[in-house]
């Protein structure tokens, strides 16, 4: 792109930044000092606002880029990560919202902690939640760095640096100043503009082969070099047995991971009721099932008209297939309609990563102040309040998502998320479903579970070939990686599961079941619910 197309889509890009921080800014002197305006915007949305809102939490970069690009490369291996994102929500649907609801406040942990020992479970809750969180946040990390270097007209380290930097810190002044509230604005602004960039590329696919999806499949096939093997099962994962139940682990992660993901369930506390909740989620199965249609018709549309070999040459993990898939619609990287759709594209996965990585933030800073601090504080009486808590940690939370993100650059964002849902599914998941439902499960269970699911996770990752022992790895040049697996799911899911259940049956602690029916009197009928 030449200097005038750059700028152009650099202005796009600063429309945009300057939108949400006015959003900001208003949202900043609503109330600003409360905590349940901090923490959850005053309760005060409805849940059409909260189905964009979540569905803008949700489709990350890893949707928008990262599914599209692995689409384009694999092709029909590619999609398991739509299918898997979508059929997640039906678990939310079904086991989740309502009862979180209900039984909460503001975080994962309120709802252990209602039948169980504060301390211990806050502390353990709010471990596993920031981790998560952590892991979310590098995954969007990396798509900023690719989508603005390519923007850039380069993928100089630099370019990626100051970008992954600068989102970092626009995150942190989401969080510090706007809280829940302007989150939950930008992400429905963001929302908007993703569902309609998506759709008006997933048109322009369409018009190109006529409106022929057959036509299209039978394009994408040819170029991809593959053949008929682009279409069919296998192309990424099944080459041997490893590799297949590798498939097997990242489908169980992102089936389970979604109902354990610290900002996915704080959302349900910005709706006033649970009826609420569930009609919230109701609206982000309709939005988030059309988009992920639609991210399958960018992808294989990104491998008939641009080419994997293009995609691969541009980012070896596939991250700007869709920015370059504009650029090839509109026109081509010297006209003027490409450099504008290519713009807007850009700017719109932009504010996709703007949104998400604020509400990951929110969701991390309150474990911090509202779990871990708060804990802490009632053994050594500090001073500070929730809310001053809650922003230096998203300053802390910040700090350390850049560093991760600027190491794990070169990994594909969808993949990176697949592993943040490992982790949550581990950890998060198990303990949220015992205190739901068995009405025997105790303290040492809740901890067992947690720690038993987060430890494994991030161990096996630390041990996987995600980190050494092949040339996509972070550490290309070495090699300790013991465990054959990409994804950590299909071993860790169950050791957290394992592990809540034998901490329980071996506890001396008896079960306390007058709160259990407490808990589950509020959790089905609401009664008593915040």
Known sequence: ??????????????????????????????????????????????????????????????????????????????????????????????L???????????????V????MRERPVRLAT??????????????????????VALLLGGTGEAARTWTVIGVGALMVVYVSLGGMRATTWIQIVKAVLLLGGTLTLTALVLVRFHGDLDRLLRAAAERSGHGEAFLAPGLAYGGDWTSRIDF????????????????????????????????????????IGTFYLMTIVLGFGAAALVGPDAVRASHAAGNTAVPLLALDLGGGADSTGGTVLFAVVAAVAFATILAVVAGVTLASSASVAHDLYASLRRRSGGRWGEVAVAR??????????????????????????????????????PVLLYSLFWCRFTTRGAVWAVYGGLVPAVVLVLLSPVVSG?????????????????????????????????????????????????????????????
Do not use: K
């Open 1 to 94: 792109m030449n200097a005038d197309h750059e700028r152009l889509a650099l202005v796009l890009f600063g429309s945009f930044v300057a939108v949400t921080l006015a959003i900001t800014a208003w949202a900043g002197r609503t109330r600003r000092g409360s905590t349940e305006e901090f923490y959850a915007g005053g309760r005060l949305f409805t849940p059409m606002e909260n189905g964009f809102a979540i569905s803008g939490d949700y489709m990350s970069a890893a949707s928008f880029l990262g599914i599209s690009g692995l689409i384009a490369l694999n092709g029909y291996d590619g999609m398991l990560y739509s299918v898997g994102f979508l059929v997640a929500w039906l678990v939310v649907l079904m």
């Open 96 to 110: 989740v919202a309502e009862l979180v609801r209900n039984c909460g406040r503001f975080t994962l942990a309120d």
């Open 112 to 115: 252990v902690a209602a039948r």
């Open 126 to 147: 709010g471990t596993s939640s920031i981790t998560v969180s952590v892991l979310y946040l590098v995954a969007q990390m990396v798509g900023a760095g690719s989508l």
């Open 248 to 287: 097997v682990s990242l489908g169980l992660a992102l089936v389970l991971g979604t109902a354990g993901l610290p900002h996915i369930l704080s959302r349900f506390y910005t709706v006033p009721t649970a009826r609420a909740a569930r009609r919230s989620v109701v609206w982000s199965i309709g939005l």
């Open 392 to 429: 230096i940690a998203a300053v802390g939370i910040g700090a350390v998502a850049i560093g991760l993100g600027l190491l794990a650059r070169d990994l594909n964002v969808a993949f990176l998320v697949g592993l943040a849902f490992a982790v949550a599914a581990s950890a998060n998941l």
């Open 470 to 530: 092949s040339p996509e790895s972070l550490f290309p040049g070495v090699d300790f990686h013991l465990f054959p697996l990409r994804n950590p799911g299909l071993v860790s899911i169950p050791l957290g599961f394992a592990a809540g259940w034998i901490g329980t049956v071996t506890s001396a602690e008896p079960p306390d079941e007058a709160r259990h029916a407490e808990v589950e009197v509020r959790s089905l009928t609401g009664a008593g619910a915040v």
